[in-house]
């Protein structure tokens, strides 16, 4: 006669059942205060991480963090051409990339700003209002 032992569920333990067999999947956490954190809620206690070092500060960010974003793009012979220039130097093809669209940025904020200011200054309202605060400004003197 065989005899097969049956495992005894651990309280609180989450236990799955195969073919008619439970098994306990985790051990239950011993009593006291850690067992009502999770694991996870205690990793992410900022008491038990460990404090980064000195240098991490004078480091400049990286720029491969979990928020960078792959691209890809189909480049013209013109683009490449010059793609090619801008990388003769050493510098990585992802940091031309990165600094074109930057720059790109850049000129379309300023573009946006110069049509704002073109369309104030064509409005004569808004001329008449900017010339008033000029004229009450230059009243107001710190000497």
Sequence with gaps: MTRTATA??????????TKGRSASVKKAAPPGPAAAKSVSARRADPARRPAPPESAAKTAPDVRSATATQINFRADPETKAALDELTADGTAVSEVIRKAIQEARRAARRAKAVAEMEAIMADPEQRR?????????SNLSAW
């Excluded at 209002?129 to 400004?137: D, G, H, K, T």
């Design 129 to 137: 209002l900017s010339a008033e605060v000029y004229r009450e400004m």
């Design 8 to 17: 005894k569920p651990v309280p609180g333990a989450k236990t799955t059942s």
